[in-house]
Nanobody, 112 residues
């Protein structure tokens, strides 16, 4: 069955960086777009970044443009989210999405 497993979250100070990973299985990853979403407490889930099948087409939420980078390695069935210059407003559970499925999420907390 389809599985998406996120990792790489944690506690980081403002201005710091984290790299999230999501390993996909159960479908042909290389033929599907992938995305990262996040959900902060009391807020709706929102799109953070998305990437096309070849990795060249990307788009980002305005709030993260210039700070976050989405990438993928089709050979490893993995999508990444490099997050730099993190701020407390980035605190949320981050979810990987593809073909209508979601992972369980990884918590990112930005706090001093």
């Amino acid at each position: 069955q389809v599985q998406l497993v996120e990792s790489g979250g944690g506690l980081v100070q403002p201005g710091g960086s984290l790299r999230l990973s999501c390993v996909a299985s159960g479908f042909t990853f290389s033929r599907n777009a992938a995305s990262w979403y996040r959900q902060a407490p009391g807020k709706e889930r929102e799109l953070v970044a998305a990437i096309g099948t070849d990795g060249r087409s990307t788009n980002y939420a305005d709030a993260v443009k210039g700070r976050f980078t989405i990438s993928r390695d089709n050979a490893k069935s993995t999508v990444y989210l490099q997050m730099n210059k993190l701020s407390p407003e980035d605190t949320a559970v981050y979810y990987c999405g593809a073909i209508g499925s979601w992972g369980r999420g990884t918590q990112v907390t930005v706090s001093s």
